[in-house]
């Protein structure tokens, strides 16, 4: 069956070094792939997508990596700060393209430590 | 631009009772999807509509769940004699085309 795997357990980073966070997948061919942060009692927020055909993306801070041999996206935030703190969660299409079926993994709880 | 808009963003109801969430999506898009989360559970896709028409309930529920995106007006979650079960967090999402998803910050349901 499908599956996505993030980290359960928190990860807690010291301020100003770079975090970087692991989504595995099993038995997906997804399209793209993508990351969102939650902060506690609220929806989630888009980050960033990432194509197949790309191996990597930027957003500022962000930087997201896609490797669909290894069947991993790697999130990194660089020069990380207390605001960083939230729950990310990677998403990958169900169905071969488009918005409709995207599948969400548990999320890993980020913590930045002044 | 506002974003997407649920209510209420607390229920409480009675074993038995009916719960109706609304969602608003953001203003011109036509894609609307909503997502159940349990603590420490991802998020749980349940259907997916478009303006009149359901795409996808594959995670929804046969019976006592039903969702509505009619074309005037908010989509519509209603869960029916609801049990202890059905507390969770249930989002509302929307989008345009193939774009990401925009959510809402959700409501939360308690059953007593």
Redesign the interface.
């Known amino acids: 069956s499908q599956k996505i795997e993030q980290n359960s357990e928190a990860l807690n980073i010291q301020e100003g070094k770079t975090a970087t966070l692991t989504c595995n997948y099993t038995n997906y061919s997804p399209a793209y792939l993508q990351w969102y942060r939650q902060d506690p009692g609220r929806g989630p927020v888009f980050l960033l997508l990432i194509r197949e055909n790309e191996k990597e993306k930027r957003k500022e801070r962000l930087k997201v990596t896609f490797d669909t041999t290894l069947k991993q996206s790697l999130f990194h935030i660089t020069a990380s700060q207390p605001a960083d703190s939230a729950t990310y969660l990677c998403a990958l299409d169900s169905s071969g393209g488009g918005a409709d079926g995207l599948t969400f993994g548990k999320g890993t709880h980020l913590i930045i430590q002044p | 631009n506002a974003g997407?808009m649920q209510n209420p963003r607390h229920l409480v109801r009675r074993r038995g009772q009916e719960a109706r969430l609304r969602c608003s999506p953001v203003k011109g898009h036509s894609?609307v999807?909503w997502?159940r989360q349990l603590p420490?559970?991802?998020?749980k896709?349940m259907v997916?509509l478009q303006k009149e028409n359901i795409?996808?309930e594959s995670g929804m529920p046969k019976e006592r769940f039903s969702a509505e995106f009619p074309k005037e007006g908010p989509s519509i979650l209603r869960i029916q004699q609801v049990v202890r079960g059905d507390s969770a967090a249930y989002?509302c999402?929307s989008?345009q085309?193939?774009?990401?998803?925009?959510?809402?910050?959700?409501t939360r349901l308690t059953v007593t």
């Open positions: 997407v894609h999807y997502y420490e559970e991802g998020l896709f997916y795409i996808d989002f999402a989008s085309d193939n774009s990401p998803l925009h959510f809402g910050n959700g």
